[in-house]
T-cell receptor, first 113, second 110 residues
Framework: NAGVTQTPKFQVLKTGQSMTLQCAQD?????MYWYRQDPGMGLRLIYY???????DKGEVPNGYNVSRLNKREFSLRLESAAPSQTSVYFC????????????FGPGTRLTVT | EDQVTQSPEALRLQEGESSSLNCSYT??????LFWYRQDPGKGPEFLFT???AGEEKEKERLKATLTKKESFLHITAPKPEDSATYLC???????????FGKGTKLTVNP
């Protein structure tokens, strides 16, 4: 069991470039999440998907789009990267959201110059 | 507004020196309080879930407790390998959104 996997591990983008962060889980979880973590701000929810075929906005969705490709995969897309999107991005999954714990991937460290 | 506040922001202990980390929360209808451990450069690792006041859970040198307004993570006789940032989180009332505190960075010196 790999748990939650994320690719890439590191990425450097120039302002205005686009990219997609990939996330996959092999725990047969229904719910998946994307967070960003910034110094002094803690973990903040960007988007989540309670089940295959559904997505909802979290606390900081502006500048991002998501796709729940199937039950295993949930991708996060930056259409036009900005320096403010420099952060560490984490994907997580859970059985069915509340009240169950979420399991996190190793993260993607993104720098936008 | 639902909030999770952790204190202290940072804590330095000597090996063997027991202490507690605090997580206070304001949320309508608690549906679970979660503790995570995060090592530098890694994702948060799930430790405990507490669902109701009075509940306690233990794992090695860690013990989590819950009251109606706060949770404590007690660390007994810590070792240097316990050094990490500890995060707590609660589900935002009426939603599927997990709200995190900013964490307590624990350093245990040998």
């Amino acid at each position: 069991n790999a748990g939650v996997t994320q690719t890439p591990k590191f990425q450097v983008l120039k302002t205005g470039q686009s990219m997609t962060l990939q996330c996959a889980q092999d725990m047969n979880h229904n719910s998946m999440y994307w967070y960003r973590q910034d110094p002094g701000m803690g973990l903040r929810l960007i988007y989540y998907s309670a089940s295959e075929g559904t997505t909802d906005k979290g606390e900081v969705p502006n500048g991002y789009n998501v796709s729940r490709l199937n039950k295993r995969e949930f991708s996060l897309r930056l259409e036009s990267a900005a320096p403010s999107q420099t952060s560490v991005y984490f994907c997580a999954s859970s059985v069915v959201g509340s009240p169950y714990e979420q399991y996190f991937g190793p993260g993607t460290r993104l720098t936008v110059t | 507004e639902d909030q999770v506040t952790q204190s202290p922001e940072a804590l330095r202990l000597q090996e063997g020196e027991s202490s507690s980390l605090n997580c206070s929360y304001t949320v309508s209808g608690l549906r679970g309080l979660f503790w995570y451990r995060q090592d530098p450069g890694k994702g948060p690792e799930f430790l405990f879930t507490l669902y109701s006041a009075g509940e306690e859970k233990e794992k090695e040198r860690l013990k989590a407790t819950l009251t109606k307004k706060e949770s404590f993570l007690h660390i007994t006789a810590p070792k240097p390998e316990d050094s990490a940032t500890y995060l707590c989180a609660v589900y935002q009332g009426g939603s599927e959104k997990l709200v995190f505190g900013k964490g307590t960075k624990l350093t245990v010196n040998p």
